[in-house]
């Protein structure tokens, strides 16, 4: 129990620096992209860093094994097991039991999601592929799969809107949003790892405005568009 948290300890250690890092050194700062790497491969160090045994890479022991007279001696011994609970099982047991509310909670997004999905058909405007929802919703997307109500908004607002939700596909970003899902399961109870998940997703949205803007999009229309969905 005690190494399993001690992990943890480490891991969440780590994950504070790379958030302070960022929060200090990169947030101020129009590269996106860098800080999107910044965030994935910090956050993977701070998982995998732990795990290794550098000691022994650094230190080799060679230890011999010399049988003693009693190792021939067959001997019964009778041992008497004794359960005990200590403050590392209390904490690891909390830890648990919060872990897996969060994965109930994300399985009833998942659940919504595939609701969502099974509640749209595929359409087309222009040049662009969605799955028209049949009720309101926030414009959002998932993977390659962009969902809207095509009834809510304007003509004028559409394009903006699938051109931005399709920079997210092409991006790949719903994996920065799902790894950082999954960090937070297992690390709820770290407050940092909260602003971390924010400031991801943040910056996903910063680098999306700034790849859209760069194709030539009105910057004026573009913002009365996003402002109008958010609204």
Same mark, same amino acid.
């Given at each position: ?12 250690? %780590? ?13 101020? %700062? ?17 998982? %995998? ?183």
């Amino acid at each position: 129990m005690e190494n399993v948290l001690t992990y943890f300890l480490q891991v969440n250690l %780590l994950l504070v620096i790379v958030f302070l890092g960022y929060q200090f050194l990169l947030k101020n %700062l129009t590269f996106y992209i860098l800080n999107r790497v910044y965030f994935v491969i910090g956050s993977l160090y701070a998982l %995998l860093y732990p795990l290794l045994d550098v000691k022994s890479l650094l230190v080799d022991d060679a230890q011999v094994s010399v049988p003693i007279l009693w190792d021939y001696v067959p001997m019964q011994v009778v041992a008497q097991i004794t359960v005990r609970y200590s403050v590392y099982d209390v904490l690891l047991v909390g830890i648990a039991i919060g872990a897996i509310l969060f994965v109930l909670k994300f399985i009833v997004q998942l659940l919504s999601l595939v609701r969502i999905h099974f509640s749209s058909k595929k359409a087309q405007w222009h040049t662009y592929i969605f799955r028209d929802v049949i009720f309101p919703i926030v414009p959002f997307s998932f993977f390659n799969k962009i969902y809207l109500h095509k009834a809510q908004h304007q003509e004028i607002e559409l394009n903006d809107i699938l051109e931005h939700e399709n920079v997210h596909v092409k991006g790949l970003h719903t994996w920065d949003v799902l790894f950082f899902e999954i960090l937070l399961v297992a690390c709820w109870y770290n407050p940092f790892l909260w602003f971390m998940r924010k400031a991801v997703r943040q910056n996903l949205e910063f680098l999306t405005d700034q790849q859209v803007l760069n194709r030539g999009v009105d910057r004026q229309t573009y913002q009365y568009s996003l402002l109008h969905v958010t609204q």
